[in-house]
Nanobody, 123 residues
């Protein structure tokens, strides 16, 4: 079992920055950690992922603006979000893939999820 707890969400103006954190407890080793987001009335979508090796993956919509990182000693993954836009408004979820294999960019590829943290970007 893995427990994931996100923090760092909030309200920010367009162009601003936020840093999300996801702390893992329990069985903490995971091959891949990912961030997804879900806006009202929309499907949950991939944002970024990072493998144990530190290889990173990003959705095209956030490339160059968001940075995912992980501190394996602290069992924590981060999402630094810069140049935020109103369309980034969503609930952001942290997820863990314990199975290994290719990095998934769909929710089905992840075994455990956090409760989500709200990010609201005002125009």
């Amino acid at each position: 079992q893995v427990q994931l707890v996100e923090s760092g969400g909030g309200l920010v103006q367009a162009g601003g920055s936020l840093r999300l954190s996801c702390a893992a407890s329990g069985r903490t080793f995971s091959y891949v950690m990912g961030w997804f987001r879900q806006a009202p009335g929309k499907e949950r979508e991939f944002v970024a992922a990072i493998r144990w090796s530190a290889t990173t993956y990003y959705a095209d919509s956030v490339k160059g603006r968001f940075t995912i990182s992980r501190d394996n000693a602290k069992n924590t993954v981060y999402l630094q979000m810069n140049s935020l836009k109103p369309e980034d408004t969503a609930v952001y979820y942290c997820a863990a893939d314990l199975r290994g294999g290719p990095t998934s960019m769909t929710p089905r590829g992840y075994d455990y999820w956090g409760q989500g943290t709200q990010v609201t970007v005002s125009s």
